[in-house]
C-alpha cells in the first residue's frame, strides 16, 4: 500500500528541527512521524507531505524531498504552500486548497501515480484531504489532534468577542475546515472514545457529522503509542545522573528516618488543570499516606523547585506552588515532601526507573485528562499509575469488558479517594507488583507506535473494502479561491458557535 500523511503545519527533517521549542513543532510531529516510520516498517510505501520553507531562518526545510536514514520506505515531500518563508499554522487556510493541493497532485503525476489513501492530520490537513478527494478521488481519514470547538470554547467567546478571537486564530477557516474534513472523510481517527462521543458531538459540528449516530462507525479509535526507546524498564543513558539527582534532593528535604520510604512522583506540568493540589491535601487528609510513602514533586529547571518557587516565569506557576507551600505550612507537611528538576524525556523515564526500584508510584490527579501519555509512559518503565478516571486513563488504565485493571484509577474532585487510590497501589509488594507488570503488558499489548500503525492500517483496509458515500458539505468558495470577496462571514461562525 502506497499511504500519503498530509501534515502542512511544522514541519519534518531528519533531526527533529524545532520539536517543543515552536507551538507547530509539537506532539502531533512526533504522531505523524512515528506512526510514518513504524508504516514504513511493515513494509508499505509511505510519505510525509509537508510545506517547502525558503526561508533563511528555517533553512532545514528548503529541499523538496527528504527523508530519515535508515527508512528506505519513507519519505518527507515539501510542496510549495502560500509565500516561500515559514508561516505559523493559523496563517496557512488561503494557500492549502489552492498552491499545496495543486502541487500534490503534480507531484504525483510526475511521480507515477496517486498514493492509496491520505492520512490528514489537524484541520488544515484535513482540509486539503477533503479537497484532494473531490479532484482526485483518493479517500483519506482525518485525525484531528486538536479541534477548533475546543479551543474556541476556552477562550470563553461572547458575540461581542468573537470577531476579536477570530482575527488573531482564524476559527472561521479551522472549523469550516474541520467541518468539510470530518464530512468528507473515509475514517475518522480518535484516541479514544470519549473524544469521538464528547468532542465530535460539539455543536459547531453538527450536521457534519453525527458521532454516536449515523457516523459512529466511521470512527475507529485508535490510541497513540509510547516511546518505547525511551520510556521502558532497561537502564538509560540518565538514570545514574538522575539517582543521585534525587537522593540529594531526599537528604536535603526529608528527615533520615522518612528517606526509604517509597515516593508518590509527580511530574506532571504546573497548570491548575492537573489539580497539584487534591494530591497535596490528599496527603494532608490521610495519615496513612503519610507513614507510608512521601510526595515527590518534579518539574523542568529548579533544582529546589518548593523553594525556589520565586524564580518560576508564570504567574500561574508561582500561584500553585505559593498554594502547596501554604498548604504545607498548614498541615506540617514539609517532612514528607520532595522537590526536584526533570529536564528531558530521557530523565523523567530515568526517574520513572530509579523511583519504580523504590517500590513507589506515579501519580496524576488531573481534573481532565484527554488522553493520558504520561501515565503509560510510566507505566512503560515499570512504575504503577494512580491516575484521574476522568478522560482517556478510564479506557488505558481499565478494561471494560474483563474488569481487568492495569493501574489505578481515583476521582480527582476527592482527596480521601486519592489517598485510597494511592494506597491501593502500595498497599502490599504483591499488589505494586502486580500493577508493575499489568502496566507494562497493558503498554506493550495496546499503547506502542506499531499498534498505532497497524491500527490506521486496517482502518484503511476497511474503508477501503467499503468506501464511505461521499460528504454531503459542499466547500466554502474561499478555501478554492480565497480572497476579500469570498471570506466565510463571521456570522456563519456565530451561527453555529452560539446556536442554541
Ligand atoms: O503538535 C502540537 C499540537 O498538539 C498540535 O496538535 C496542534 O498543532 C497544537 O498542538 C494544538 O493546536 P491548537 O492550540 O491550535 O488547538
New binding site residues.
Partial sequence: MHVAFLNP?GNFDPNDSYWTEH??F????VYVKEVALAMAALGHRVDIITRQISDDQWPEFAAPLDGYPGHPNARIVRIPCGPPHFLP?EQLWPHLGTGWTAGITGFYQADGGLPDFFTTH?GDGGLAGALLKQQTGVPFTFTG??LGAQ?LDKLHPTPNSLAKIDARFHFKERIFGERLAMNHAARIITSTRQEQMEQYSHRAYHGAVDPAGADHDRFAVIPPGVNRRVFSPEPGPADATVAARIDTALARDLPPERRALPLVLCSSRLDQKKNHIGLVKAFAENADLRRTANLAIAIRGLDNPLQQRAQLKKAEERAIFDDIARLLDEHNLWPAVTSFSLNSQAELAAAYRVTAARGSVFSLTATYEPFGLAPLEAMSCGLPAVVTQNGGPSESLFDAATGKKFGVLVDPANPADIARGLLEALESPETWQYYQLAGIERVISRYTWDRTAEGYLAAIEQAAAHLAKDGTLSVPDYFTHPGPATEIPLSALADLYFQA
Fill in positions: 503545519q507551538p507547530d509539537g506532539g502531533q510531529l499554522k489537524y489532534h486538536s479551543k
